[in-house]
Structure formats: structure tokens, C-alpha cells
């Protein structure tokens, strides 16, 4: 299994305070992704990263940030947690952007809970 | 948004049958991968098949593409009880650079095999 943690794998917090999820590879993997997963709405990225300190929206972006200040760690910080944003989050790494050669390998997920 | 669309949604079957999911996607592709999740669980690479590729196989899976239809199906061949999992297949455009480097989930088949 590729060496990908996520912390912590549970939390449950009230709307409106700050949340931060990490996750840390020990693959030295360029590309590193953050996914939410919905039922009915399968895996959609947030936010993903293609080097230190270089990254980007996905397509769920909105009340997210990221920051990447090692090649190891990407945190997913939830400014002010909405009861919409309770979800199973995943981290997701790969060593190519081109998706045509290499697939992503994925963390254990954290479950978020915001009441 | 989603691109692949796997159908059906749920599938039951006993222990020794075979088991064939499919994927339903809109745009043209480079590559489609195929994932399995375990309850509680990341997502776990199985196969990925190329655009100028119509089958591919790896121990019990079989993988076909046909990009005329924009469609994929996955067969299990004499299941087993380990395999019941969702199953999901995710479409990369191979684009260098930008967005269309990404993978775009489908909503998955719900798979379970019966002793």
C-alpha cells in the first residue's frame, strides 16, 4: 500500500469553527489531491497540489483552502465549517499529473461531521 | 461534474458467478481507470486501459473500452465474497498542465457477493 496517512480519520465540530484534515505521504509523490465523497455524488476533487507551495482549484472549491509548505504534507483547511461540508474526505496521490500513466493511490478517508 | 456514470447501481450475486459493471462517460478520453472501495476504506487502483486499447485483463477482471460508445465495462470472472466492494471507474483526459490532467469519478456500482 502506498504510504499515504490522513489525520485525524474522525472528527465531528460545530459550524462555524475552523477545521484542519493533513494528510502525509512517505511516497515523495509530486501531485497530491483532496476528494470529497457524497452519497449520490461519488468522489469530487476540491483541491489539488503539483508541487510545493503550487495549487489549485477543483471543482468543489468553495469554503476550502490548501496549503502545501513540505512535498509530504497537504492540509485541508475548512475556515468556518458548515453543516454541507459534513462528508468522508479523501487524500490522493500520484507520481505523474498525466493520469494516462499512473493511477492516484488513496488514503483511509477522514469523516467530518459538523453539527 | 461527473463523467462516468456506472450502472447498475447496485448489484447482488452468489459466490462463483460472474459479475459485469459498466461506465457511461461524455467527452473523449485518453485513459479510464477502474477502482474498487472496500467499506471504510480508500479507493484501490485496479486497471486502467488506454484510449487505443479495446480490452485488458488482470487476473479475474476483464476491462473493455469501446470509444465509440463512450462506454467501459468491467467483468469479475467466478467471484468471491472478498470481492463485494463499490466499484468505480474514473476518466483522464491526459492533458499536461491545468485541469484536464485530472480524473473525474463516476458514482460507482455497490457490489456484493453472497456466500
Known amino acids: 500500500d502506498a504510504g499515504i496517512t490522513q489525520s485525524p480519520r474522525h472528527k465531528v465540530t460545530e459550524t462555524g469553527t475552523p477545521v484542519t484534515l493533513r494528510c502525509h505521504q512517505t511516497?515523495?509523490?509530486?501531485?497530491m489531491y483532496w476528494y470529497r465523497q457524497d452519497p449520490g455524488h461519488g468522489l469530487r476533487l476540491i483541491h489539488y497540489?503539483?508541487?510545493?507551495?503550487?495549487?489549485d482549484k477543483g471543482e468543489v472549491s468553495d469554503g476550502y483552502s490548501v496549503s502545501r509548505s513540505k512535498t509530504e504534507d497537504f492540509l485541508l483547511t475548512l475556515e468556518s465549517a458548515t453543516s454541507s461540508q459534513t462528508s468522508v474526505y479523501f487524500c490522493?496521490?500520484?507520481?505523474?499529473?498525466?493520469?494516462?500513466?499512473?493511477?492516484?493511490?488513496f488514503g483511509d478517508g477522514t469523516r467530518l461531521s459538523i453539527l | 461534474s461527473q463523467q462516468g456514470e456506472e450502472d447498475p447501481q447496485a448489484l447482488s450475486i452468489q459466490e462463483g458467478e460472474n459479475a459485469t459493471m459498466n461506465c457511461s462517460y461524455k467527452?473523449?478520453?485518453?485513459?479510464l481507470q477502474w477502482y474498487r472501495q472496500n467499506s471504510g476504506r480508500g479507493l484501490v487502483h485496479l486497471i486502467l486501459i488506454r484510449s487505443n486499447e479495446r480490452e485488458k485483463h488482470s487476473g479475474r477482471l476483464r476491462v473493455t473500452l469501446d470509444t465509440s460508445k463512450k462506454s467501459s465495462s468491467l467483468l469479475i470472472t467466478a467471484s468471491r465474497a472478498a470481492d463485494t466492494a463499490s466499484y468505480f471507474c474514473?476518466?483522464?483526459?491526459?492533458?499536461?498542465?491545468?485541469?484536464?490532467?485530472?480524473?473525474?469519478f463516476g458514482k460507482g456500482t455497490k457490489l456484493s457477493v453472497k456466500p
Open positions: 511516497e515523495n509523490h509530486r501531485y
Open positions: 490522493a496521490i500520484s507520481a505523474d499529473w498525466d493520469s494516462s500513466n499512473q493511477p492516484q493511490h
Open positions: 467527452t473523449s478520453i485518453n485513459n
Open positions: 474514473a476518466t483522464g483526459q491526459g492533458t499536461y498542465g491545468g485541469s484536464q490532467g485530472n480524473l473525474i
Open positions: 497540489s503539483y508541487g510545493v507551495k503550487d495549487t
